[in-house]
């Protein structure tokens, strides 16, 4: 009887370890993915802060609420606002089925896991 106690003992002594391990590999994924959607959206805003500079050089003589301003009345102009509905009708009629996308980056990413 004190020999069945003790291999139970063992036993659940494993299966916390077990699930302290899963746990832990849970934690480090979530940690690579926010990592990795860090990296994204740093990358965008990089990106994004090149063609301000490319198509607007004097912008760094503009504090941050200057070039909202600026830019909200910009992108409101009718002639933004068609432009902008133009690439989105283009960006539909040429965007390849979700299904598809996530395929490629996966693929991209060395396949699954």
């Known amino acids: 009887m ?3 106690k003790q291999e139970i003992s063992k036993d659940l002594e494993k299966a916390l370890q077990v699930l302290q391990q899963a ?3 849970v934690a480090n994924e979530k940690k690579k993915q926010n990592e990795k959607k860090r990296k994204a959206e740093n990358h965008h805003k ?8 490319k ?10 609420g200057e070039l909202n301003r600026i830019l909200s009345v910009a992108l409101q ?27 490629a980056e996966n ?4 396949g699954t896991e």
């Open 55 to 64: 198509y607007f050089p004097d912008c760094y003589c503009y504090d941050e």
């Open 23 to 25: 746990k832990q590999r």
């Open 77 to 103: 102009t009718r002639e933004c606002q068609q432009i902008i509905s133009k690439i989105k009708a283009e960006s539909r009629e040429t965007t390849p089925p979700q299904s598809t996308l996530a395929n």
């Open 46 to 53: 990089y990106i994004m802060g090149g063609i301000i500079v």
């Open 2 to 4: 004190i020999g069945n």
């Open 107 to 110: 693929e991209s990413e060395g």
